[in-house]
């Protein structure tokens, strides 16, 4: 039984260039969630996502950033024309209907050059 | 508004000392959840514990203890004799008794462990 799959693990784009993050979520968890760690921060909530919709996108920020949960397929975080601000670490967890609390995927690190 | 505090950035122990963690946080619900986290060098998130608003009893599980007091808004992490493998960052966070679940985290608190 996988956990939350994240990839790529580690990603390096050019200013201006886009980042495609992608999370497969434990099976039979319906529940997205994406969150940002800016190095020697804490956390940071992004968006919540169910099957093929968003439920809640009020960290994300309004230009560049864009999110999806298809119906098939996993969630995907968009970075468009990343700049340096953007390096941190993307989270990603996942949790069935209901529950609090939830597994996170190992993170994908995004360093922008 | 939630917001959480950890108000230790760095802890440095000697192996087989104990240390807590210090973790305080604001909300106006009345139902919600806490949560420890820890974050050791290699990056990912590991799940420590989960406590309910309504659960006050403090929880133990082999050298970790959590003491969680709602008079003071709470919810501090020991370990028992402390060991290299503890070095991590700690994350404290809270969440919204509702569907959203989203986690407000703490900024962290990095202990280092010495042998």
């Known amino acids: 039984n996988a956990g939350v799959m994240q990839n790529p693990r580690h990603l390096v784009r050019r200013r201006g260039q886009e980042a495609r993050l992608r999370c497969s979520p434990m099976?039979?968890?319906?529940?997205v969630y994406w969150y940002r760690q800016l190095p020697e921060e804490g956390l940071k909530f992004m968006v919540y996502l169910q099957k093929e919709n968003i439920i809640d996108e009020s960290g994300m920020p309004k230009e560049r950033f864009s999110a999806e949960f298809p119906k098939e397929g996993p969630s995907i975080l968009r970075i468009q024309q990343v700049v340096r601000g953007d390096s941190a670490a993307y989270f990603c967890?996942?949790?069935?209907?209901?529950?609090?609390?939830?597994?996170f995927g190992s993170g994908t690190r995004l360093t922008v050059v | 508004a939630q917001k959480v505090t950890q108000a230790q950035t760095e802890i440095s122990v000697v192996e087989k000392e104990d240390v807590t963690l210090d973790c305080v946080y604001e909300t106006r619900d009345t139902t919600y959840y806490l949560f420890w986290y820890k974050q050791p060098p290699s990056g990912e998130l590991v799940f420590l514990i989960r406590r309910n608003s309504f659960d006050e009893q403090n929880e133990i599980s082999g050298r970790y203890s959590w003491n969680f007091q709602k008079s003071t808004s709470s919810f501090n992490f020991t370990i028992t004799a402390s060991q290299v493998v503890d070095s991590a960052v700690y994350f404290c966070?809270?969440?919204?008794?509702?569907?959203?679940?989203?986690?407000?985290f703490g900024g962290g608190t990095r202990l280092m462990v010495k042998p």
């Open positions: 966070a809270l969440s919204r008794n509702n569907a959203g679940n989203m986690l407000t």
């Open positions: 967890a996942s949790s069935p209907v209901g529950h609090q609390g939830y597994t």
């Open positions: 099976k039979g968890h319906s529940h």
